[in-house]
């Protein structure tokens, strides 16, 4: 095998992960401009369709991004009707993230997104569940790693 400094690019997994991601961003972007959000959005509302209510900082930390960069999401996707800010009960100094109905209602429509992307892999749907599963270990070694 030859040294790591001069493996080819399809030869390092980071890149392949990383160009990857590119594609499939560009499969989504249209799908996700006929629904009215970015992909950065399209995260955050996905964090809130798994638990509503949470705080900027929570959601943040659910997708391994800063609150600076989730903040001017949660302002257009509060703009555009799909979600909420409101003081907590619970403690008024934290501000909880809430989907509207218009937000929980896109839920429905981003199934597009799953289709597309089993379509275009030209996997299967268990050979999808196994590349999520090593992925999502790569991940956590990775930011066990990083902590």
């Known amino acids: 095998m030859p040294d790591a400094s001069t493996l080819p690019l399809d030869s390092q997994l980071c890149f392949s992960i990383y ?4 594609a499939i961003n560009r499969v989504y972007k249209p799908m996700l401009d006929a629904l009215g959000v970015t992909y950065t959005q399209y995260l955050v509302l996905s964090t809130l ?3 509503d209510g949470l705080t900027i900082s ?3 930390d659910r ?9 001017p999401a949660v302002k257009r996707l509060e703009a555009a009707g799909f979600l909420g800010r409101h003081r907590s009960t619970a403690d008024e ?4 993230v809430h ?3 218009k937000g929980r209602d896109l839920h429905v429509k981003t199934g597009c997104l799953t289709d597309a992307l089993l379509k275009r892999s030209g996997f299967t749907v268990p050979e999808m569940i196994d590349l999520n599963q090593k992925v999502q270990k ?5 930011r066990d790693a990083a902590a």
């Open 99 to 101: 989907l509207t109905a």
């Open 49 to 51: 369709w798994e638990r």
């Open 93 to 96: 100094r934290l501000v909880e």
């Open 63 to 71: 997708l391994g991004l800063e609150p600076s960069t989730i903040t």
């Open 138 to 142: 790569l991940r956590d070694g990775m």
């Open 58 to 60: 929570a959601i943040a």
């Open 19 to 22: 160009s990857a991601s590119i």
